[in-house]
């Protein structure tokens, strides 16, 4: 039972903005929103985390809903380094519970 | 550097030959994980750690041990492989309360043959 939605795969021009979507219509109060990336059988590498607010790092901006039941990550200037499987996971962070369960994710290509 | 190292890189083995996959943190992180990952079956956590000396089962847990007697070291213990278990492992760590997400090792691939 899958708590989040991706699109299989998207394609993204170099230097354009790239929007991931994810859907976590189910999401409960306490869930987090994580995303991470994998480049090809490299280890995943975490991205971005938010629970309500939006968030931005050094990396990636992270849109969430007000309703919470979807997110955007959005890489602002796509490079060809960023071509990997984006993972959108919903958990609780906190005392007790820190699992990840990882879906298929959505597989971006940057195209030159 | 702050970094998961996780040895072999690559391993070649027999069925049935016990093996051992180090798993090591320099982060002082409390939370430790292992996954496999297999074509068409993503990433699927075999065992986690929240601290020394307590560990739990993840979704597939069949045919492998775990230790934490330390904080650092997480060894994922296969006693009786079988090709089954030919897959590419990750060990994964992080702070308690998840703050700044899970840090992954580079990852060991590994054949039963």
């Known amino acids: 039972d899958a708590k989040t939605t991706q699109p299989p795969s998207m394609d993204c021009a170099e230097g354009r903005a790239a929007n991931l979507p994810c859907n976590h219509s189910?999401?409960?109060?306490?869930?987090?929103v994580y995303w991470y990336r994998q480049i090809h059988s490299q280890g995943p590498q975490y991205i971005i985390h938010?629970?309500?607010n939006n968030e931005t790092n050094e990396m990636a901006s992270l849109i969430i809903t007000e309703d919470r039941k979807s997110s955007t990550l959005i890489l602002p200037h796509a490079t060809l380094r960023d071509t990997a499987v984006y993972y959108c996971?919903?958990?609780?962070?906190?005392?007790?519970?820190?699992?990840?369960?990882f879906g298929k994710g959505t597989k971006l290509s940057v195209i030159p | 550097e702050a970094q998961v190292t996780q040895n072999p890189r690559y391993l070649i083995t027999v069925t049935g030959k016990k093996l051992t996959v180090t798993c090591s943190q320099n982060?002082?992180?409390?939370?430790m994980s292992w996954y496999r990952q297999d074509p068409g079956l993503g990433l699927r956590q075999i065992y986690y750690?929240?601290?020394?000396?307590?560990?739990d089962k993840g979704d597939v847990p069949e045919g492998y041990k775990v230790s934490r007697k330390e904080k650092r070291n997480f060894p994922l213990i296969l006693e009786s492989p079988s090709p089954n278990q030919t897959s590419l492992y990750f060990c994964?760590?992080?702070?308690?309360?998840?703050?700044?997400?899970?840090?992954f090792g580079s990852g060991t691939r590994l054949t039963v043959v």
């Open positions: 994964a760590s992080s702070l308690f309360k998840g703050a700044g997400g899970y840090t």
């Open positions: 189910t999401i409960s109060g306490n869930e987090y």
């Open positions: 938010g629970l309500k």
């Open positions: 996971i919903v958990t609780e962070s906190g005392a007790g519970s820190y699992q990840l369960t």
């Open positions: 982060m002082n992180h409390e939370y």
């Open positions: 750690s929240m601290n020394v000396e307590v560990t």
